[in-house]
């Protein structure tokens, strides 16, 4: 066990927790902040995603640890009221089916939009990559991108 | 008008409610946002156990059924809220807790919750405006028939007077439910057929949706198991002694789900009964401790468990047999038991005759792998059981059905089960099967605390519960003018047979031949999207296309000379489909596709189903690159009756499209000496953002039909499409799923000379 102190939606916040712990389940079991999904527990689906300041990280192979003073966002955090762009564009849409992994692809989407606030179709789809929809939302999640790309 | 009988009777409703099974709100202890989810309504009227109205007029809708994602969590309160006509703005939806008295088929499959719960939706609307009218006729002293609702108005012209819903909803609480009521002509529709956003998408986009995994405790204890490594052996010893060295570790014990003498549900379906169980405090220091738990395995002897039917009643004895399986020895079982005495389901005319008469005959085989369901939510059930007490909450697709296998096992009664049902993190039929909940229950019960039992990843998809192995044969004989004479269908699997005898091309061909086969297996399979229907409609598809060709028939107008022929001159009396529709969903998707015309650089192929009561036809679009189909654009055109939310419709169809494409690409799961060989998405391939096609265009039959649902059909005529469109591109036919592994290198060719 060790004493971390870390930077979560703007927030600072001490956990003691085993040094070797994903950050996704500091965030969860310790910090109850339950936005950011399990899936695979090696960095393969993507519904765990986070940003870490400001890039797309896959908080379930992500040990705390290692964190330092980064600033950690969650999909709690993207936004005051959950009115970033590509949340609003997620409801434009009407992404979701159900709804499992739509965090993190939008923790995904919004960092893109971070780096590259005009991708094409192709980046989007590159981008995009990492994030596995089992219900298959792919053709919606990126319009939605594009949308949001628009009101940027 | 239509009148739809009621089910519900006040004093009925009244005793479940206050017993607290009616209740719309969870009475629990949440550190996540559950309890925001469904608040405390301290001032609503409870009106049928459907709907409850505060006195500011806010509406609360009950949505009875599991939402896994196909939405009904939207489309059936929007039903109610219809005949209640109350302004769909003014209403809140609340995921109802499993209730048998109240609620008519809480079950998530088959895509039957709109098809089967249409009039009982209908029905709670119309008795809540009902009532809500006999109270304002009663407080107003003028009769009944007068008076008219618009969207949450209650009016009477002739005195000017109006109220609304908050006004007469406690004097409407305390009327009786009449035991008939009118309901509104499909003409008059203002909420139903128009598009509604998901009710809970502001939840799902901000993280504030609850599933499973999210329920959290005071006092809980995390809760992960371990199960044999193969299928075929079960537990003999193990040794836990370092996990429970470990720091955070509680216990590590084993547990037995279904004891031998346990009378089994349909959907308790387990390969593993007897697991190992390990507690703690958190999560991760769960998934530390359990790898190093070090049991030993054997095999077992082939065993009798006792499994009831779908309807229930007495239990069969079922064996489940012993042995070690292998991938390459299972595809050389298919192929010899296929050439083996299959048997004969359906025979019209004379197929002998026909085929020895044809001018030209085709035969063709076909096969699919198992599947590993892996919705994203891996299996998770949270259980706290208390002496008098059992609460479950967590992602079921069968509530009712597994409330009676808790009570079993716990040794309770059915009152004392209380089902609480999260969103659902995908499913695709895997959580029909509820031996995880009962496995959380059971573990709460020996250790006295409310627990969170989690499966990992790898746990889940090393399970069991697949999508069975197939295997079909078919063969068609053409007379000298290319009309379909004779047509034969042989299919099979390990360890159900996927054939649907009296489905299309029955009833269109005079001699037809329709044989089935299967092979046992201790491998555990379970119903997956479209079950059986996922691989015949593929590969009947596939066949019909190449049938088509050999005809010299455009493979539209081939299809459509066959339903002519249904409509017309059927043969057989027991044909599954109506071909009028079918046919329709192929002219519709002719039309909208430009079936005809060709994109530069790319290749289309065509394919129709029917399944689960619904009708959908797909053109796909593609071209290759680097040996990969690029698919640019998948057309769909479907028939479900009514369509109750537009974009929730068209959500699913395309979903629904783009992963029967996916798992006929990419998926498999195998199996060496019992052991699944592929236990994550790095080796589990499931389509991704960069291999789905670029878009999908969906278009839907106007129609007054009784509505039907859209989970299940749209899944295999995309895989039709997509192989007769690969054809196309590659001068290729895609026999043996999935189309991107070499199955027929890999294990057909070597096995087939063993």
Avoid at chain 1, 58 to 64: L, V
Wanted: net charge negative.
């Amino acid at each position: 066990m060790a004493r971390y102190t870390i930077n979560v939606n703007g927030e600072s916040k001490q956990v003691d927790v085993d040094s070797d712990t994903p950050i996704l389940w500091v965030l969860r079991d310790n910090l109850h902040l339950l936005g950011t999904k399990y899936g695979c527990g090696i960095a393969h689906c993507g519904v765990c995603t986070i940003h870490l300041d400001g890039d797309a990280v896959r908080s379930c192979a992500y040990p705390i640890s290692a964190v330092g003073d980064k600033k950690i966002v969650t999909i709690e955090g993207l936004s005051e009221n959950g009115d970033h762009p590509v949340q609003k564009a997620w409801l434009e849409h009407d992404v979701p089916q159900c709804g499992y992994c739509q965090a993190g692809q939008i923790m995904t989407a919004s960092s893109l939009l971070d780096q590259n606030p005009n991708p094409t179709d192709d980046e989007i789809r590159r981008a995009m990559n990492g994030n596995i929809c089992r219900c298959a939302t792919y053709t919606r999640i990126n319009r939605a991108i594009k949308s949001a790309a628009k009101d940027l | 008008m239509t009148k739809v009988k009621t089910h519900l009777n006040r004093r009925s409703f009244l005793k479940l409610s206050a017993a607290g099974g009616a209740g719309l709100m969870l009475q629990f202890s949440w550190f996540s946002a559950l309890a925001k989810e469904n608040p405390k309504l301290e001032a609503a009227y409870d009106l049928n156990g459907f709907i409850k109205i505060d006195s500011n007029g806010m509406v609360t809708i009950a949505s009875p059924n599991p939402e896994i994602g196909q939405n009904v969590k939207t489309s059936m309160p929007m039903i109610v809220a219809e005949e209640l006509d109350v302004n769909w703005k003014h209403v809140k939806v609340v995921q109802a807790p499993l209730n048998t008295g109240i609620f008519t088929r809480q079950i998530a499959g088959g895509s039957q919750s709109i098809n089967q719960s249409w009039d009982a939706l209908r029905m709670a609307g119309a008795t809540a405006r009902h009532m809500l009218v006999e109270a304002a006729a009663t407080a107003w002293g003028v009769s009944a028939s007068s008076i008219t609702v618009n969207e949450s108005v209650i009016s009477h012209q002739a005195s000017g007077k109006s109220a609304g819903f908050g006004e007469m909803a406690e004097a409407a609480s305390k009327l009786q439910i009449p035991k008939e009521v009118e309901v509104k002509n499909i003409k008059d529709f203002k909420i139903i057929r128009h598009s509604q956003y998901n009710v809970d998408g502001p939840d799902i986009v901000t993280g504030k949706a609850v599933f499973g995994l999210d329920v959290y405790s005071e006092n809980m204890v995390f809760a992960s198991i371990v199960h044999p490594p193969a299928f075929g052996v079960k537990l003999k010893s193990f040794d836990a002694s370092e996990a429970l060295a470990m720091e955070g570790i509680s216990d590590v014990f084993p547990i037995t789900t279904y004891p031998e003498d346990f009378e089994r549900n349909y959907f308790d379906i387990n390969a593993f009964p007897e697991l190992i169980v390990i507690t703690g405090d958190s999560t991760w220091r769960i998934m530390k401790a359990k790898k190093t738990i070090k049991a030993e395995w054997e095999p077992f002897e082939p065993y009798t468990i006792k499994v009831k039917g779908f309807g229930g009643g007495k239990p069969n004895d079922q064996t489940v047999p012993s042995g070690i399986e292998n991938t390459e020895k299972q595809y050389a079982a298919m192929i010899q038991t296929s050439q083996a005495n299959p048997k004969q389901v359906r025979k019209d005319g004379d197929p002998d005759k026909a085929f020895s008469q044809a001018a030209k005959v085709i035969e063709r085989t076909y096969t699919a792998p198992y599947l590993a369901h892996s919705p994203l939510e891996p299996l998770n059930f949270y259980a706290n059981v208390t002496a008098d007490k059992a609460e479950l909450i967590g992602p079921i697709q069968t509530p009712e059905y597994m409330e009676q296998s808790v009570a079993q096992r716990l040794g309770m009664s059915l009152e004392q089960i209380d089902i609480q049902m999260t969103r659902i993190g995908g499913g695709f039929g895997r959580k029909l099967f509820g031996h995880y909940l009962v496995e959380a229950a059971v573990i709460s019960q020996k250790i006295k605390k409310p627990v969170k039992l989690f499966y990992t990843r790898e746990d889940d998809m090393t399970f069991g519960a697949y999508r069975p192995m197939y295997h079909a044969y078919y063969r068609a004989g053409l007379d000298a003018d290319n009309n379909l004479i004779a047509f034969h269908v042989k299919a099979g699997g390990i360890p159900e047979s996927p054939l649907y005898a009296n489905r299309f091309p029955a009833g269109a061909v005079s001699n037809y031949l329709a044989e089935s086969w299967t092979i046992e297996s201790n491998i555990t399979t379970a119903a997956f999207r479209a079950p059986r229907s996922n691989f015949m409609g593929a590969v009947e598809q596939a066949f019909l296309d190449e049938v088509a060709e050999l005809a010299g028939k455009d493979p539209i107008d081939f299809r459509l000379e066959l339903f002519d022929k249904a409509i017309k001159n059927p043969v057989g009396e027991r044909n599954d489909y109506d071909a009028k529709r079918y046919a329709g969903v192929l002219k519709l998707i002719k039309e909208k596709a430009n079936w005809g015309t060709a994109k530069p650089g790319l290749e289309r192929g065509v394919a129709a189903y029917y399944c689960h009561n619904s009708y959908v036809a797909n053109v796909v679009d593609l071209r290759m690159e680097n040996d990969k189909p690029i698919i640019e654009k998948v057309y769909c055109a479907t028939d479900c009756g009514i369509v109750v939310n537009p974009i929730a419709a068209s959500n699913m169809v395309e979903g629904g499209s783009v992963d029967g494409i996916g798992h006929a690409l990419y998926s498999m799961l195998s199996i060496k000496d019992g052991v699944p060989q592929q236990r994550n998405y790095n080796d589990y391939q499931l389509i991704r953002n960069n291999d789905a096609p670029w878009d999908v265009e969906t278009h839907f039959v106007e129609s007054d039909v009784h509505p039907t649902g859209l989970g299940e059909p749209p899944f295999a005529p995309a895989i039709g499409a997509l192989a007769n469109a690969l054809y196309k591109a590659t001068g290729k036919r895609y026999y043996h799923q999935p189309f991107m592994v070499d199955i027929e290198e890999r294990y057909l060719k070597k096995e087939t000379s063993v």
